[in-house]
């Protein structure tokens, strides 16, 4: 079993920036993809960032590419969304998740663990 819990979510100006984190609990994450999803009200869940096992290789949704950055410390068994020039858009609730297989994909049923989930809300 994993357990992850994501923190840091608020509420920022657009514009602004945001650093939201996930630890892993249980087992440790070091062999695992993990990604980021978000899913704001009536819409479905959206892909925004996945981290290979090493941290070597990352890939972004394109509504996020360039202002997203998404890392890792398997030594903390944490990931961290580094998010900038935020937009109301990017309103929703934030899941971290893991997928066992190491692969990372940019689907969602690929991955076997889920948070709870951080609200990041931006104001316009």
């Known amino acids: 079993q994993v357990q992850l819990v994501e923190s840091g979510g608020g509420l920022v100006q657009a514009g602004g920036s945001l650093k939201i984190s996930c630890a892993a609990s249980?087992?440790?994450?070091?062999?695992?993809?993990m990604g980021w999803f978000r899913q704001a009200p009536g819409k479905e869940r959206e892909f925004v960032a996945v981290i290979s096992w090493s941290g070597g290789t990352t890939y972004y949704g394109d509504s996020v590419k360039g202002r997203f950055t998404i890392s890792r410390d398997n030594a903390k068994n944490t990931v961290v969304l580094q998010m900038n020039s935020l937009k109301p858009e990017d309103t929703a609730v934030y899941y971290c998740?893991?997928?066992?297989?190491?692969?990372?994909?940019?689907?969602?049923?690929?991955?076997?663990?889920w948070g709870q989930g951080t609200q990041v809300t931006v104001s316009s």
């Open positions: 998740a893991a997928d066992l297989s190491g692969r990372g994909s940019p689907t969602s049923r690929s991955y076997d663990y």
């Open positions: 249980g087992r440790t994450m070091s062999r695992y993809a």
